[in-house]
Nanobody, 124 residues
Framework: QVQLVESGGGLVQAGGSLRLSCAAS????????MGWFRQAPGKEREFVAG????????TYADSVKGRFTISRDNAKNTVYLQMNSLKPEDTAVYYC?????????????????WGQGTQVTVSS
């Protein structure tokens, strides 16, 4: 089992920034791709960004490319999502997820473990 706990969400004005963190515990962090997904009210949960264990594979959704940056600190068992130039359409609950894989996959059903989510609200 891997337990994931997100933090860092909140309310921010359009154009602002937030940094989300996801702390993992339980089984080793080693070998897991870490992903960020988001779900807005009435919409499907969608892939945002993912990073392989050593950071050699990083993928972003087109909607966040150039604005969001994913990173991880394996010594701290933590993955981050730096979100800049936020837009109202980025408003959603953001989830951290873990996938026992070597490359980033974008299909949510590939991910084995999920956090409880953290709310991000961007006001216009």
């Amino acid at each position: 089992q891997v337990q994931l706990v997100e933090s860092g969400g909140g309310l921010v004005q359009a154009g602002g920034s937030l940094r989300l963190s996801c702390a993992a515990s339980g089984r080793t962090f080693s070998g897991y791709v870490m992903g960020w997904f988001r779900q807005a009210p009435g919409k499907e949960r969608e892939f945002v960004a993912g990073i392989s264990y050593r950071g050699s594979s990083i993928t972003y959704a087109d909607s966040v490319k150039g604005r969001f940056t994913i990173s991880r600190d394996n010594a701290k068992n933590t993955v981050y999502l730096q979100m800049n130039s936020l837009k109202p359409e980025d408003t959603a609950v953001y989830y951290c997820a873990a996938d026992k894989a070597t490359i980033v996959r974008t299909w949510k059903y590939e991910y084995d473990y999920w956090g409880q989510g953290t709310q991000v609200t961007v006001s216009s």
